[in-house]
């Protein structure tokens, strides 16, 4: 089964990143194209096939006994996997990346063709590590990821961003080293990089020390690109630096990349009960302390960083719980986070592009001025915080319901005091920023927040409430396909 | 030195390469040692992989003339007596991507030198809250 | 690459490309005589280097390949000369 | 909590991290034992394609990875520009070109400049011979941004041998990229797989007479395919890529 579209969804974005590159400059040019691509980032996911594919078409070959490996055959090629869940990852992507090129071919006066072909690099680099059966190429894309979102945020200028983007860089390179030496390890012992020849290869030796440091090596690795504990404050600089739509986008991608990883470190290490530990508890971690600190913050867009950090955390409790329950409720809970996390980010934006700030002491009043951006605004917080029939209450009850059953009942208290606590420290957002007196009279009197805003960062909400809302009433579908796919996980590919 | 002691040397030269680059990273006040300190980590992630593919009395993997025409078609014999030649492949790539983290996080540098005048971390990342 | 030939001729477009964009102001006939020796001593050294032999006429113990590349590279600044 | 208390904490935490870093790291690979594993398949395999291992295994068996591997550098180049001013939010920034020309040596400036000749043309050879030899295109690429690097460094930025303003070294990187990409789609076109290696041997399908065939003659009697011309690809952007990264951080302005 060879899908020849499979490809074209990471050629395709770094084909336009090059040609946007080259056009930077020509303004409506760059407009007309990056329109152009994005339809077409949106368009290919839907409609590729299932099933997989071989770069350089060199199929499985028989083993011999010089190999030393006990397999009966193994892949020569780079392959994909391309999947139901591989399809909502990248669909969701694309859309979400649809809104942030959007928002800046609208709000921009001069749009600037690196920029886009930044997101353009980004955008493939996931998809990648979304599709990737490899476990070598997933290393060299999230490399891509990792100084494409560094150049997202220093496109914004300012010595704020120059700072997040040296320390992601630094963390990342050894982030990215420490994941390199764990597949040097694997590579050494086992002779493969293909992620199905490493499952059938590890499947018998799970006591070897040198696959052991293998495996706390990829963890270090998994948890920078998705931002748990230890990292926690390097991703929320990274988001509160970034203009809130990107940051919306950046904060996608973060979660799409932490479902990804963590799929294949269940997959091939899945035996290693202490992996799932330390997982799940470095994500009770980040839950508890993304919260707390995001209750302390003083600038809503820092505020929003680390609730996103922090709902980070609760998809790796779900996953780090290593049940069939918990991983089907944490891939749904990625998915359904992302999407509302974005939302409650484009409506910061607004309130950033016309007041050019974010400090709760310079904002407040704004209900006034803008009642129907509160009234998404709080849509959105009650979404986040898992409010019955929106997406995120599914996904949060399943994940309480997966601890229960996996006999943590303890955790599932914890989760809900994390999710009080994001309510808490989100409605303190909003009322500082809406509902207080506005002592300062910044320059807001004049400007209406609402009616100077482009229509089509407002339909972009309109859009995402929908979404949260349809998946809220019907999750049937979407929970059903993350259990098989959780299935698949702890059965076999 | 055989072949293997080669290889377990190199390995913990490696290993120190690496344990430098960390103790740099943590440890140092300037920036650019802090870099270097990245840079030494990748560099000693490559020479595990260059000495994963090390043979003990292995042949460079390029096929003579000779050896090509000796056995046109089969090349068990070049195969069991060439290197291992993936992590060399990994290596190149691993070099290029270290050599772009290098080139970003130097300007970066240049960057941030220019606003505070200064490369202690101390100074730069002052206001920062944790 | 197919054969010898296509190579020479890549190697030819190759140093037009890099030729047409150096400067002359820095070449007078001390430089040209430099880069000659060097070429020739660099050429012989290097015999067939990358093993694509020239075998149609004569068997020539020089690179091809750094021959066109030179030749290419001194037509390209001759192009941008004139 | 502050940062200099934070840093006292931090020290102590990553005082201990590192022991158990190195513990581990030392532990796990002075008892390595290597399993040749699918290197001795591509071993096998490769001397049908071309007789550079490393080149079969770059550019063919996991040539997507090079694809990547190509676009980290771009990605790094054009986030080098971002950093200084080329298209950031709001509009380009750009900064004067304030440094200025450093004295040099009479020997650098007789020498130089038939350096950069000669070191142009065996880049050209590394680059071109690297299915057969060791080499190709990064390390080709690399040799002649060399000479870039060193023409810039005698004679100073905008008097350098080169006339390579930074529009050209772009377009050139995106040219070179794109070879790669639309190489990898004429496979996808033709057979249906990404990157597929098209170029099998064409001689025999043309219907040329044998003087012909003794004319093409190919020395190694395989038939790299496309990997030659991915060399090309990859050496014209790593090189303008390169090049980029060095006219970029060398404007910097100095204060």
Known sequence: MNSELIPLMVIFPLISAILLNLMHGKDKVVRAYGILAMLVVLVVPIFASYGNHLFGAHPVVDTLPQLKISLSEVNLAIEYNFAFLQKALVFLLAAIATFAVLSHISNEKKVSGVYLSMIMLSIAAVSAVVMANDIFNMFVFLEIMTIAQAAIVIAVGGVSGYKAAFKYLVFGGVAGASILLGIALLLGTFGVLNISDLHNSLSGNMTNPIVLTAVGLIVIGWLFESGLFPFHTIKSNMYSAAKPDIAALLQTQTKIVLVALAIVLLRLFGGYSNMTAVMLGLSVGTLIIGSVMALLQTDFRRLLAFTAVSQAGLVGIGIGLGTRLGIAAGIFHAINDAIAMSLLFITVYFIYERAKTTEFKRLGGLLVQAPKLAFIQIIGILIVSGVPPFNAYQSEFRIIDATIQAGHPELGVLVILGTILTFVALMKGFYLTFLKENTTKIALGKVHIYNGLPTVTYVTLIILVIACVGIGLFPMPFYDRAYSVALKILVGW | MNGSEVQFWSFVTAALLMIIGIYAIIFMDNIIKKIIGVMLIGDGVNLVLITEGFKPGGIVPIISEKLYNQSPGIFQEFADQASYSLPFALVLTNIVIGASTLAVLLGITIKLYQHYNSLSVHEIFKEEKI | ?82 | MKFQQSQEMRNLIAAIFVGIFSYFIIKALTDFDIVPGVSYIYNLRGPLIAPNMITVILFDWRGYDTLGEAFILITAVLTTGILFGRGVLGGDVSEKDSTPIRPSTIVQKVFAAPLVFIIVAFGVVITLGGHITPGGGFQGGSVIATAFFLSVVVYGFKKNVFNLSHNSLETLEGVGALIYLCLGLVGLGLSGYYLYNVGADLYPYLGVGDTATRLFSYPDSTNAGIIPYLNIGIALKVLSGFCTIITVLWGAEKK
């Open chain 3, 1 to 82: 690459m197919i054969n010898p030939v296509g190579t020479i001729v890549i190697a030819l477009i190759l140093g037009i490309v890099f030729g047409m964009s150096i400067r002359g102001e820095y070449f007078n006939k001390k430089t040209y005589a430099t880069i000659f020796g060097f070429a020739l001593f660099i050429d012989i050294f290097m015999g067939s280097f990358p093993y694509y032999t020239w075998d149609i006429f004569v068997e020539l113990p020089v690179s091809g390949i750094f021959l066109a590349a030179m030749v290419g590279l001194f037509t390209g600044k001759a192009f941008r000369e004139r």
